[in-house]
């Protein structure tokens, strides 16, 4: 099936700085969502692209759908510690939703 | 309050012994799915419905079973548990399969020694 490669694993960061983390795909997909898990709780939804090349910003978020239809990238600007939790990267398959194997943000104070 | 509910959220139990996982959601979705996350290979999707009685196989069914008898249930079953399904389950469901946004419940953690 379609894989969704995701990078980096994990991150430490200090509060204030910015975060970028990206996925990439040797398939093309026509959509591409992120998505953060809060600590004990499940994935919510945070952005999605509908068309390649969008730039789409939600608050200090902002995800971009790669032109090519492979990749998408997602940063944070100005980090809190309330941006802590595992970041998922996902596009739809046939009858699924493909995820990214998450990257997890950890925020210094 | 539109929601996706799971249970139990937490359950240690013993190989062999069968367990039901219930997932219950109240926003009239079609399309319901269990995945599973383990540490490193993110969310992996165990089955799927498309609709009521219509159900199929994700990346990860072995030791699993669904059913779909009504449009809000989609319990997880497994028959016999083995200590390699200790997990952290989702049910999610939504619109239709490729509509974009998934509603995850809170998760179950489950170990079985």
């Known amino acids: 099936g379609q894989q969704l490669n995701q990078s980096p694993q994990s991150m430490f960061i200090q509060e204030g700085e910015d975060v970028s983390m990206n996925c990439t795909s040797s398939s093309i997909f026509n959509t591409w969502l992120w998505y953060k898990q809060d600590p004990g709780e499940g994935p919510v939804l945070l952005i999605a692209l509908y068309k390649a090349g969008e730039l789409t910003s939600n608050g200090r978020l902002t995800a971009q759908f790669g032109i090519t239809r492979k990749d998408s990238f997602l940063n944070i600007s100005a980090s809190i510690p309330s941006d802590v939790g595992i970041y998922f990267c996902a596009g739809p398959g046939n009858n699924d939703m493909r995820f990214g194997a998450g990257t997890r943000l950890t925020v210094k104070p | 309050e539109a929601q996706v509910t799971q249970n139990p959220r937490y359950l240690i139990t013993v190989t062999g012994k069968k367990l039901t996982v219930t997932c219950s959601q109240n926003m009239n979705h079609e399309y319901m799915s269990w995945y599973r996350q383990d540490p490193g290979l993110g969310l992996r999707q165990i089955y799927y419905s498309m609709n009521v009685e219509v159900t199929d196989k994700g990346d990860v069914p072995e030791g699993y079973k669904v059913s779909r008898k009504e449009k809000r249930n989609f319990p997880l079953i497994l028959e016999s548990p083995s200590p390699n399904q200790t997990s952290l389950y989702f049910c999610?469901?939504?619109?239709?399969?490729?509509?974009?946004?998934?509603?995850f419940g809170e998760g179950s953690r489950l170990t079985v020694l």
């Open positions: 999610a469901s939504s619109f239709g399969a490729n509509t974009g946004e998934l509603f």
